[in-house]
Nanobody, 123 residues
Framework: QVLPVESGGGLVQAGTSLTLSCAAS???????MGWFRQAPGKEREFVAG????????YYADSVKGRFFISRDRYKNTVSLQMNSLKHEDTAVYYC?????????????????WGQGTQVTVSS
């Protein structure tokens, strides 16, 4: 398995929480990981990123303080805990493997992408 696989999406009410999971290959353990999202009619945007050892994280302003990214290098998994969800968080969420060990918010700095998981927040 090279491509990451996302899970955990669904339909939730505004104000609630949801946790997305991403299963990555062992070869990604030394790479940064990121979560992106794409809403209908919009471009894919960066949500959160974590460096190779989990020691650094970075968030888009729109989710800062509400979303939290973490990783387990031994299990090769990355999670995105999403709290206080808003209707505008509705999108397909993608997990991606970075080209390097350090975090980047640029799409072009990620090499492998999952198929995405739908998150729908009802208002």
């Amino acid at each position: 398995q090279v491509l990451p696989v996302e899970s955990g999406g669904g339909l939730v009410q505004a104000g609630t929480s949801l946790t997305l999971s991403c299963a990555a290959s062992r070869t990604s353990s030394n790479n940064a990981m990121g979560w992106f999202r794409q809403a209908p009619g919009k471009e894919r945007e960066f949500v959160a990123g974590i460096n190779w050892n989990g020691g650094a994280t970075y968030y888009a302003d729109s989710v800062k303080g509400r979303f939290f990214i973490s990783r387990d290098r031994y299990k090769n998994t990355v999670s995105l805990q999403m709290n206080s969800l808003k209707h505008e968080d509705t999108a397909v969420y993608y997990c991606a493997v970075g080209l390097r060990a350090s975090i980047s918010s640029a799409n072009s700095d990620y090499r492998y992408w999952g198929q995405g998981t739908q998150v729908t927040v009802s208002s």
